[in-house]
């Protein structure tokens, strides 16, 4: 394959699949050979594309480190079922050509039970290196990490240094090598440098002398969006783990980083859309657990939005007397709807990528009211000119609808920007704001408004 | 700075501020000394908090290359207002210092008249590769590269390779260097292996023997979705970009792609918003910028729903007879917005990371045509007890109620889903199908969904 053709491309992959079936059939011990030029990646998408039945004997026709490879870009469902239906010494067999890190989140994904005869039949070291990260939650630095990272002692020489760093590079996977991380005598991480960096020294110099001191780090407690942000903020390739002591006991690879940063962002915007968010990808996840996370939001909005009900039982005196008032309801509704969820969207992801802070409410609060009354006198003067034109109804109806139009609009942006605030303020998720949550909430707020200015204006009961 | 207290944090870089400038002002010839352990990145917020009057004067006091580190992290307004003050000279003698994409996006932040100036005024190696750089669109593979990368023939023996890698790695910033790309005669790439294989290598090995002919690439003119892709797809640290004939022309390096995808995401989530997106953040964005970009969704959705007014005109009959009715219409517009919401985002989201795709619309339509069903049926059995207990109309006004539910949920999820797959097939980006679009869209249904029931099923006009 030429450069120029390889492309993310799903039905690519499915093309193979007839060829590599036929492979198997005919002649299985060609097969390791045939596929080598292809990338890992592209090789688990073949799988995914292929029939469930035949994934186990394909692997198995893989050597194991080849195998490991391309489990690793597998999707979690298929790997655990692959993986619970071989021997445990085959699972361990392939386990453990993998990086620290992934046996890690691949043993996460199976069944305990599976977990743990697959883990004890490790070899000692991979078994211990395994453990230890297991013991961390998956969603913080602990659980991204590697242990399989490179560390120096900053009294070495860059010679010695380099030696070191060559034979560990040739000990096996290591992975998390685009840093070469510096430690004193009790392990507390006291500097960094490239690869590149111990590459051009001069000869004769000491680590110390070529390390950067400025090093940027996180603990092992740390949350994946804190790594996220420190790993963006400072360009970094990995991310040093330290222990409460600075004692450094992993990396993050950037890779691991980006996977992190695309799940927490499909975790917000499904939140966005009042979805709690999904563990799997759209056709992976079961179409009753998409029910489910989708009817928790819709009966909360929809309990809601009886109150509705009740504020528009409170106003049928008024409809009574004039009943073309009822055509203006969803107009005002949505109204304020629209700008509310406006600065939400806005606040929400200035607060997750560190733009605003609950410091800046005051400030936030001051602008959005200007955004509302600048906002709210567009649509205004637009609604007058529409009710005017499209009705046969007098000014003061206009009036009515425009005047209505500009306040709903000020307390929809006002409640749209302040409730992010104030659910991170309380310790939720700001991503809760979604549009369909202000709305609601502003849906009310619109109608008793709309009703209150028309019977002041038109002297309604 | 030990590193546990090493935090992307903004207040302490303001309470930083004070001594910074006392500093500036009794020993400026210290201040590089001073501040030589911090990251450049915390000195850039260091900057971005002290008045604007003293950036020149601290930028000045720092060595060129240490200024060009903090200019890179600078926000592109403060950048542009410094580089925009200082002389030409002193402008290139900083710019040269940076790598060549940071060049060129810096160059590309400026007024054209003086980034002209400030590229004429380097160095004869840098301007040729930055005036390269800024033929490319800023949001595609060519604009996000650097040309600094590390590329070696075939046919060289490792060490000579390595020797090769060592002098350029001592010649100046060459960022690429995570990865070595090797070339063919005709500088075509015909393979790629990182800085530790090169080292891990058994000496006496061919260049040829030790690289990866599976190289994943991207086109200069691929977009910088592609190439995000590409990175999170491939578990890549740098991406090499060819030209049309396979020449490796740049690499893309993983801090950029990261800046990259942090983008596209924040526009991604403005649009599902219903704002165009921001080229700035929430407080450097001018209120009167935000207000334009917020305004045209606004009034297109402003005017989207005087036709709920239209709508409802055309039931004043059934009002008159059965005023009750107009109580549930706010309800029932919001039980077809929220399920509409859902599915577009889980659609939208599903587009961007590569889940779904065109072809697969009539399995996307079957879904959510049970997914409509299945909640359409729950919300319509709450609907129908609160409508009973709540209000004291007989029960054929519940099952009006719970029958226009379930309709106009189904219709919300139905078009939910569909609308981004529409945008997507004719070319728009399927996030504008935000939740106030969706919802706007289904109000104008839920209405006349719901009188055409209350008609047939209480026998009016």
Redesign the interface.
């Known amino acids: 394959m030429?450069?120029?053709q390889?492309?993310?491309d799903?039905?690519i992959a499915a093309l193979l699949v007839p060829d590599i079936l036929a492979l198997l059939e005919e002649a299985p011990g060609d097969l390791a050979a045939e596929t080598e030029?292809?990338?890992a990646?592209d090789l688990a998408n073949v799988v995914e594309a292929m029939p469930p039945e035949r994934v186990g004997e394909f692997l198995r026709a893989l050597p194991p480190n080849r195998a490991a490879q391309v489990i690793e870009y597998l999707d979690d469902e298929l790997r655990a079922e692959f993986l619970e239906h071989v021997t445990t010494e085959q699972a361990a067999e392939i386990i453990s050509e993998m990086t620290p890190d992934d046996r890690a989140d691949v043993l996460e994904t199976l069944e305990e039970k599976t977990a743990d005869d697959i883990l004890s039949d490790l070899p000692d070291q991979a078994r211990q290196e395994t453990e230890k990260l297991l013991q961390f939650e998956p969603d913080t630095a602990g659980g991204l990490m590697t242990t399989g990272f490179v560390a120096v002692e900053q009294s070495l020489g860059v010679e010695e240094a380099l030696a070191q760093?060559?034979a560990a590079?040739?000990s096996g996977r290591?992975e998390a090598?685009?840093a070469i991380y510096v430690v004193d005598t009790d392990g507390r991480?006291v500097g960094v440098m490239?690869?590149?960096?111990l590459?051009?020294a001069p000869e004769g110099a000491k680590v110390a002398d070529v390390m950067h001191?400025?090093?940027?780090?996180v603990?092992a407690s740390a949350d994946r969006e804190?790594v996220a942000?420190?790993?963006?903020?400072?360009?970094?390739?990995a991310v040093?783990v330290?222990d409460?002591f600075?004692r450094i006991v992993g990396a993050i690879?950037?890779?691991d980083?980006?996977?992190a940063?695309?799940e927490e962002?499909?975790e917000?915007?499904?939140r966005?859309?009042?979805?709690q968010p999904?563990d799997d990808?759209?056709?992976v996840a079961s179409?009753w657990d998409?029910?489910r996370r989708?009817?928790v939001?819709?009966?909360v909005?929809?309990?809601g939005?009886?109150f509705?009900?009740?504020a528009?039982?409170g106003y049928?005196t008024t409809?009574?007397q004039a009943?073309?008032l009822?055509?203006?309801?969803?107009?005002i509704?949505?109204?304020g709807?629209?700008?509310g969820?406006?600065p939400?969207?806005?606040?929400?992801?200035?607060l997750a990528?560190?733009?605003?802070?609950i410091?800046?409410a005051l400030?936030i609060f001051i602008?959005e009211l200007?955004?509302g009354i600048?906002?709210g006198a567009?649509?205004a003067i637009?609604?007058f000119v529409?009710v005017m034109v499209?009705?046969e109804h007098a000014a003061r109806f206009g009036v009515v609808v425009a005047l209505s139009v500009v306040l709903v609009v000020v307390v929809g942006t006002v409640v749209g920007s302040m409730l992010p605030l104030l659910l991170h303020r309380v310790g939720f998720d700001p991503a809760v704001a979604?549009?369909?949550f202000v709305?609601?909430i502003v849906?009310v707020t619109g109608?008793i408004v709309y009703f209150t200015v028309a019977r002041s204006l038109l002297g309604l009961a």
Chains 1, 2 share one sequence.
């Open positions: 030429t450069p120029a390889h492309k993310h799903r039905p030029e292809m990338h990646a760093v060559r590079a040739r290591r090598m685009h991480l490239s690869l590149r960096e590459l051009a001191t400025e090093i940027v780090s603990q804190e942000r420190v790993t963006s903020e400072y360009d970094l390739v040093p330290v409460g600075g690879t950037v890779d980083v980006i996977d940063i695309v962002q499909t917000d915007v499904q966005l859309g009042a979805v999904l990808p759209y056709f179409f998409v029910v989708r009817i939001w819709l009966v909005l929809f309990i939005a009886i509705t009900s009740t528009m039982q049928m409809v009574g009943a073309w009822t055509v203006f309801v969803p107009l509704i949505s109204s709807g629209n700008p969820s406006q939400a969207t806005l606040i929400i992801r200035a990528v560190g733009d605003v802070e410091a800046d400030r602008r200007g955004q600048a906002l567009c649509l637009i609604g529409l499209g009705t979604s549009s369909p709305a609601s849906d109608i």
